[in-house]
């Protein structure tokens, strides 16, 4: 999972989308909806609880990566 995080950070442009997912189930569990193109992961804290991902081709949307490690981020007390 480190291998994945440490790619997410230094490229977020080129991060396919399964690699995505297996982080943000790892860290935030299964996906509340997941029927179309979009998943959306809830997360603990108040205000706006979920991180949203989605499939563009097999890649990651690089926003959504960078989103996804803010979050984790966040998560593990480092913001």
Same mark, same amino acid.
């Given at each position: 999972?480190?291998?994945?995080?440490?790619?997410?950070?230094?490229?977020?442009?080129?991060?396919?989308? !399964? $690699?995505?997912?297996?982080?943000?189930? !790892?860290?935030? @569990?299964?996906?509340?909806?997941?029927? !179309? !193109?979009?998943?959306?992961?809830?997360?603990?804290?108040? @205000? $706006?609880?979920?991180?949203?991902?989605? $499939?563009?081709? @097999?890649?990651?949307?690089?926003?959504?990566?960078? %989103?996804?490690?803010?979050?984790?981020?966040?998560?593990? @007390?480092? %913001?």
């Amino acid at each position: 999972m480190r291998k994945i995080l440490d790619q997410m950070r230094h490229e977020p442009a080129n991060v396919r989308f !399964s $690699d995505l997912r297996k982080v943000c189930e !790892s860290f935030f @569990g299964e996906p509340r909806h997941h029927g !179309s !193109s979009h998943m959306i992961f809830k997360t603990p804290w108040p @205000g $706006d609880p979920r991180v949203n991902i989605q $499939d563009a081709n @097999g890649k990651a949307k690089p926003y959504q990566v960078r %989103q996804v490690l803010r979050a984790i981020d966040k998560l593990e @007390g480092k %913001q």
